[in-house]
């Protein structure tokens, strides 16, 4: 199979195989009139064949594997149920019967589609009332509903950098990939200081950015792979001192952390200028919002590719989002539990030797060092019942491959002290 030309020949009959009708041909599966010339596969196929096996000898291929959030913390995943330290279904309000309520009476109100993106049709009442509760949940003028949070990034980011040619952008080491894709499309060169370090983040505001007609720091308040937190209020004074704009990614903050779930932009009331978060983790639901000024979102509206030509989410998300913000500013007790969870899971850690970083959120990575090592944890976790899925390069640097262990209201102590259990066996 690591042979492209054989992995080619195998995959695409097989592809074939499946869809053409019985007895004809591969090559004439879709009937004369479409047939698929093989020399057109080959030309496709063989390359991506070929990157593939590169993949492959780097120990990095990844697939897909079905599997099915379950309740207290499960996942059902192959035919077993395993305890869940890996999806981001913080809250448990993924199966919350409100949201699945809710989004089942949105979408018998206003059916299954949105129909076209809504500078082109007009928008719904529901986009527009959804939008003024984020803001208010937010405490911002205005927020602008996004399809998924690496779409807001991917799609924000060169809108903004149009608007401000020649700024100079400075970016955290360890911002999402979906940031990295904004920045690229706008074709802009970055300015990333250490990790966390915002002493280094000055300095560079110092040197490259003083003589830039504008500067734009980018950055995520709770940082997905290692669970630890910027320092808001230091941003805040920085990008007031030097005069840039601040944009602060609450993937992982949102319903979580701060007053009310609100995230940790709420420490620094009014001081970001663009706070971006999801509704796909804590929330439960899919999608994203960008939360700021008015002339932001009215900007966004006119300029972000990724809002203009992709079709507004539909009414059952919505209906979802709805509900969990009708939850979530009360979930005060979920939020005291995960934040219990996660001092037990980091003492138990440091007890097993296991550096935790400075994560102090629900996300606690368990730092191993090499690819094969994590992964090989991960398998053994997985034979005990226990999903904590290893995070290898690319998606973290080289050497510091983990097992991210993600943790969710709906679990016990006991699950805890089972894991850290299994992870001291499989050691
Ligand atoms: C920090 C951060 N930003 C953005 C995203 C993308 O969000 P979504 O899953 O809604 O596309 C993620 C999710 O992986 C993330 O961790």
Not at 2 to 14: E, K, N, Q, V
Not at 147 to 167: R, T
Not at 256 to 268: C, D, K
């Amino acid at each position: 199979m690591s042979l492209p030309g054989l992995y080619h020949t195998a995959h695409r009959d097989a592809i074939l195989q499946r869809s053409r009708p019985k007895g004809s041909p591969i090559g004439h599966c879709l009937g004369a009139r479409h047939a698929i010339p093989a020399a057109a596969m080959n030309r496709l196929d063989s390359h991506l064949a070929a990157a593939l096996a590169r993949i492959d000898a780097a120990g990095q291929r990844r697939t897909l594997r079905p599997a099915a959030l379950a309740p207290h913390g499960r996942v059902l995943r192959e035919g077993r149920e395993l305890t869940d330290f890996s999806s981001n279904d913080y809250l448990g309000l993924a199966r919350h019967p409100l949201l699945i309520e809710r989004a089942r009476e949105w979408t018998a109100a206003h059916g299954t589609g949105s129909g076209a993106s809504r500078l082109v049709t007009g928008t719904s009442e529901a986009h527009l009332a959804l939008e003024a509760r984020i803001a208010a949940f937010k405490g911002t003028e205005a927020a602008l509903i996004f399809a998924s949070g690496w779409q807001a990034n991917a799609a924000v980011i060169p809108a903004l950098l149009a608007a401000m040619p020649g700024a100079a952008v400075f970016t955290d080491r360890l911002i999402h990939a979906s940031m990295h894709a904004g920045i690229a499309m706008a074709g802009v060169r970055q300015h990333r200081f250490r990790h966390n370090d915002l002493d280094h983040l000055e300095t560079l505001l110092a040197e490259k950015g003083k003589d830039a007609p504008a500067r734009l720091i980018l950055t995520e308040s709770v940082f997905s792979m290692d669970g630890d937190r910027a320092d808001m209020r230091r941003l805040a004074a920085l990008a007031e001192a030097h005069h840039a704009a601040l944009f602060v990614d609450e993937a992982h903050a949102t319903g979580v952390l701060g007053p009310e779930g609100r995230g940790l932009s709420a420490e620094v009331p009014g001081a970001i200028d663009l706070i971006m978060g999801t509704f796909s983790k804590a929330l439960g639901g899919f999608g994203a919002y960008i939360a700021g000024s008015r002339v932001l979102i009215d900007y966004l509206v006119n300029a972000a590719s990724g809002f203009i030509f992709t079709t507004a989410p539909p009414p059952g998300v919505l209906g979802a989002i709805d509900a969990a913000l009708d939850l979530v500013p009360g979930m005060e007790a979920e939020r005291a539990h995960l934040a219990a969870l996660g001092t037990r899971l980091r003492t138990g850690l440091a007890a097993l030797g296991l550096d935790h970083g400075a994560s102090s959120t629900q996300i606690v990575p368990a730092v191993i060092g090499a690819e094969a090592d994590a992964m090989a944890l991960s398998a053994r976790l997985e034979d005990a019942g226990f999903l904590a899925s290893a995070i290898r390069p690319p998606t973290v640097p080289p050497g510091t491959s983990r097992l991210r262990i993600a943790l969710r209201a709906g679990h016990a102590e006991a699950d805890i002290d089972a894991l850290l259990a299994a992870i001291g066996a499989a050691l």
